[in-house]
């Protein structure tokens, strides 16, 4: 059984920039695993901000962006806000039937 | 606009069974897969199942196969999932999400329907 790891917890100052990562036990993570990151924030549902490693819905804000960096997936924001501070997860696909999400990352925005 | 709405959460007891519906609208409900994440209380999120969009293919997570089910009903644009053998470890919030395989968008989720299961 494939495990995902992320960092607990990292913290950013306002308008800084973070990268959060994704990594997995089975080795590098690559395009095929197709990585999701979402946002959650306290008694609300998760919502999806990428899919396919690198690819925004349309609510969005181009202020994060994902990619796959040194083996991990990535999941970057530039210009951090107030309220970005969050629960994020990945999430990765393992031959598209099998998936598998992370343990979280806890950012703080301080 | 895209809505999914989860129902049948309840308090059940260790062994027991239930239903959990997920009715969609707002999109074509057969073009699309459909996922079951849950969120067991204060933790992080898992995969439960997929189903792909004509009901052909079904996938479980390791946790739950042989005990749980999955199906959808395109002529309603519902999703279910038939829960049996229920463990306290099955207490959770249980997401409906669109879309949730492979490339896919997983673009939108429900608000969750809480099971507890519990003596």
């Known amino acids: 059984q494939a495990v995902v790891t992320q960092e607990p917890s990292l913290t950013v100052s306002p308008g800084g920039t973070v990268t959060l990562t994704c990594g997995a036990s089975t080795g590098a993570v690559t395009s095929g695993h197709h990585t999701y990151w979402f946002q959650q924030k306290p008694g609300q549902a998760p919502r999806t901000l990428i899919y396919?490693?690198?690819n925004k819905n349309y609510w969005t804000p181009a202020r994060f962006s994902g990619s796959l960096l040194g083996g991990k997936a990535a999941l970057t924001l530039s210009g951090a806000q107030p309220e970005d501070e969050a629960e994020y997860y990945c999430l990765l696909s393992y031959n598209g039937v099998r998936l598998v999400f992370g343990g979280g990352t806890k950012l703080t925005v301080l | 606009e895209v809505q999914l709405v989860e129902s049948g959460g309840d308090l059940v007891q260790p062994g027991g069974s239930l239903r959990l519906s997920c009715a969609a609208s707002?999109?074509?409900?057969?073009?699309?897969?459909m996922s079951w994440v849950r969120q067991a209380p204060g933790k992080g999120l898992e995969w439960v199942s997929a189903?792909?969009?004509?009901?052909?293919?079904?996938y479980y997570a390791d946790s739950v196969k042989g005990r749980f089910t999955i199906s959808r009903d395109n002529s309603k644009n519902t999703l279910y999932l038939e829960m049996s053998s229920l463990r306290v470890e099955d207490t959770a919030i249980y997401y409906c999400?669109?879309?949730?395989?492979?490339?896919?968008?997983?673009?939108?989720w429900g608000q969750g329907t809480l099971v507890t299961v519990s003596s």
């Open positions: 396919d490693t690198s």
């Open positions: 999400v669109k879309d949730l395989a492979g490339a896919g968008a997983g673009d939108y």
């Open positions: 707002g999109f074509s409900f057969s073009t699309y897969a």
């Open positions: 189903i792909t969009g004509s009901g052909g293919s079904i």
